[in-house]
């Protein structure tokens, strides 16, 4: 049974630990994403391991016409809509099978906060989290690693305890501008190509 106090490990490291292409590609999403470290995206490649292994079984399941699988294909579906992970509007199994790490990985809270602009980068957001200057809803959250349901994203603010919810904070004021000056070259036209004549 183990000690309570040591946890066994949720995820899976890669098989080969040394393959460069996987370990640059690993690098450009820790780098991306602001993860503390390749631990916690193997975590995100585990849940998705588990999904998608899960659709194979109900698709195997769903061809030998078991009642049971079609319950539990739409519970799986339903819980992947609710978690966000899942956008269109009819899914099935092999839009499970389709999903990629990171789908998963947007759907944690430090980067739905960085996405938002709530934080000036994905690492910010981060710390911003882990002191407790976010809240969803009533409840404070201190995990940047957790998986925010798509209902909830409409909940997702300062805590109040925090200074930053104050709107008139200077680095609240310092992220609008910088999101007013993003919003503001997105929609400025693309420059002509030097030698066309204008």
Partial sequence: M???????????TPKHPWEGSRMEEERKLLERYGLKNKRELWKAQSILRGFRRQARELQA?????EEQATRETAQLLARLSRLGVLSVASPSLDDVLALTTEDILRRRLEWIVFSRGLAPTPRGARQWIVHGHFAVGDHRVTRPGYLLPSGDESRLA????????DDGHAMRVALRERQERREAGAQAPAPAPEGEAS
């Fill in 61 to 65: 399941r769903l061809r030998a016409r």
């Fill in 2 to 12: 183990g000690d309570p106090k040591f946890l066994r490990r949720r995820y899976d």
């Fill in 158 to 165: 300062f805590s109040p305890t925090s200074p930053y919810a």
